[in-house]
C-alpha cells in the first residue's frame, strides 16, 4: 500500500505566476484535503474534496482552486501568486465520508515547499 | 469560529523528564482531538485522537484526555526519549462541515541525553 505522494518537492515561481502542485492520495482513499503551512506555523486549512466535489473550504481567497479526479489524485492550482504564498503545501487523505465527524483519520504527504519571489 | 491555542515553545527536556504541552481548543459544536507529530525531514504523523468528551488517546507512552470542561486536552508522557525531539501539533476537526482541520501552531520538543 502505497502512502500519499506530492509533486514536486520544490517550486520556485516569481510574484503574479500560476503554480500546479499534485497529489497522489492513499490507496482506497476518497478523500483529500491541502494546508498551508507558513515557516513555523501550523498547517493552515485551504480546503477538502469529497468523491469530486469540494466539501469544505477555509479562509482563503478564491485565486486558491483545487481540484479531484475519479482516481481520487488531486491538484491544487494558485493563481497571481503573492510573496506571502510561500509556504509549505501540505495534502492529506482519509478514507473518510462527507458526515464521517473525525471518525477517519488524515494520512498527510511529505509536502511541497513553495518559494515566491 | 473553531481554534486550537497551543502552548509556544521551544522546550528542551532531559531523557526521562515528564513532558506536558498544554492545548486548549475553542469551538461551537463536538470536535474531534488530535495530537500529530512531525519528526524532522518528515510529514505529519498522527500520534493519537480523543473523538468525545473524557476519552483518552494514548500512543507510544504518550497520553491525553479530551476535557470539555476546560476545553483541554493536553499531552503527556511520563518518562521522554531523544527519539522524542520532534516539533508537536495540536488540532481539531470540526468547522461548519465538521470536515475542517484546525492546528496549533507546534511545540519544537528537544530531549538531551
Known amino acids: ?117 | 469560529g473553531d481554534s486550537v491555542t497551543q502552548m509556544e515553545g521551544p522546550v528542551t527536556l532531559s531523557e526521562e523528564a515528564f513532558l506536558t504541552i498544554n492545548c486548549t481548543y475553542t469551538a461551537t459544536g463536538y470536535p474531534s482531538l488530535f495530537w500529530y507529530v512531525q519528526y524532522p525531514g518528515e510529514g505529519l504523523q498522527l500520534l493519537l485522537k480523543a473523538t468525545k468528551a473524557d476519552d483518552k488517546g494514548s500512543n507510544k507512552g504518550f497520553e491525553a484526555t479530551y476535557r470539555k470542561e476546560t476545553t483541554s486536552f493536553h499531552l503527556e508522557k511520563g518518562s521522554v526519549q531523544v527519539s522524542d525531539s520532534a516539533v508537536y501539533f495540536c488540532a481539531l476537526r470540526g468547522g461548519p462541515t465538521g470536515n475542517q482541520f484546525y492546528f496549533g501552531t507546534g511545540t519544537s520538543l528537544t530531549v538531551i541525553p
Open chain 1, 1 to 117: 500500500e502505497t502512502g500519499v505522494t506530492q509533486s514536486p518537492t520544490h517550486l520556485i515561481k516569481t510574484r503574479g505566476q500560476q503554480v500546479t502542485l499534485r497529489c497522489s492520495s492513499q490507496s482506497g482513499h476518497n478523500t483529500v484535503s491541502w494546508y498551508q503551512q507558513a515557516l513555523g506555523q501550523g498547517p493552515q486549512f485551504i480546503f477538502q474534496y469529497y468523491r469530486e466535489e469540494e466539501n469544505g473550504r477555509g479562509n482563503f481567497p478564491p485565486r486558491f482552486s483545487g481540484l479531484q479526479f475519479p482516481n481520487y489524485s488531486s491538484e491544487l492550482n494558485v493563481n497571481a501568486l503573492e510573496l506571502d504564498d510561500s509556504a509549505l503545501y501540505l495534502c492529506a487523505s482519509s478514507p473518510g465520508t462527507s458526515g464521517s465527524r473525525g471518525r477517519h483519520i488524515q494520512f498527510f504527504g511529505p509536502g511541497t515547499r513553495l518559494t515566491v519571489l
